[in-house]
Structures are given as structure tokens and as C-alpha cells.
Nanobody
Framework: QVQLVESGGGLVQAGGSLRLSCTASGRTFSSYPMGWFRQAPGKERAFVAVISWSISSTYYADSVKGRFTISRDNAKNTVYLQMNNLKPEDTAVYYC??????????????????????WGQGTQVTVSS
């Protein structure tokens, strides 16, 4: 059974930083893209970032570009999201997701949730002003 478990969320002041982790178990996703999404209260789920298996390709939502960095450690089956200069509008539940689709689709396609077959349970990030 595949499981994605996020950790690292919490409460932080605006301008602060957090690093989220997502560890996969049950199978390895080292050959597939993994991404982060978020859902704020009353809003739809939104794409944050995705990284290819080879780490050579990343893609970010415009709202986080330059502030967030996605990375992965394939040996640990773990993907990270380093979040710097956090803003109150970054407050949301953050979900990691794993895809079994090849990157040949084009990494920008992985901004769509339908590209992913596995999701974590989410971790809350709250940014106070």
C-alpha cells in the first residue's frame, strides 16, 4: 500500500521559513515526478511546485517563484519544499503528490492534480501577519 506522509508544517510569522517533507512508502517514486499542492480555507486546491525524478526539471506556481524551492532525495524516497519569506496568503494545508506518468508529458502539465495518482494527508501551514 502506497503512503505519502507530509511533515514540517506549523505556525510561523510573515517573513519566516519552513521546510516541508514528504516521504513515500510502499513503493519507490524515484523515477516519477512529485509535486506539492495547497488548499486554503474556502478555496480550491492549487498547484505549488513539481520536480522531475532526475531533479533536473522543476516548475513553480508564479505565486511562489523565487521564495519556495522543491527538492528531492531519491535514496530516501522523500521530496522537500523549502519555503522562505512566507506571507499570510501562503496559509493553507499543503499536500504532496506522486505521479506515475512520465515527464515526457512536459513538466508544466504536472501543475494539474489529475496527473497525480497518490496524495498525502496534508500538513497545515499558518503564516501570521
Amino acid at each position: 500500500q502506497v503512503q505519502l506522509v507530509e511533515s514540517g508544517g506549523g505556525l510561523v510569522q510573515a517573513g519566516g521559513s519552513l521546510r516541508l517533507s514528504c516521504t513515500a512508502s510502499g513503493r519507490t517514486f524515484s523515477s516519477y515526478p512529485m509535486g506539492w499542492f495547497r488548499q486554503a480555507p474556502g478555496k480550491e486546491r492549487a498547484f505549488v511546485a513539481v520536480i522531475s525524478w532526475s531533479i533536473s526539471s522543476t516548475y513553480y506556481a508564479d505565486s511562489v517563484k523565487g521564495r519556495f524551492t522543491i527538492s528531492r532525495d531519491n535514496a530516501k524516497n522523500t521530496v522537500y519544499l523549502q519555503m522562505n519569506n512566507l506571507k499570510p496568503e501562503d496559509t493553507a494545508v499543503y499536500y504532496c503528490a506522486a505521479s506515475e506518468r512520465p515527464i515526457s508529458f512536459g513538466i508544466s502539465y504536472f501543475q494539474f492534480g489529475e496527473m497525480y495518482g497518490y496524495w498525502g494527508q496534508g500538513t497545515q501551514v499558518t503564516v501570521s501577519s
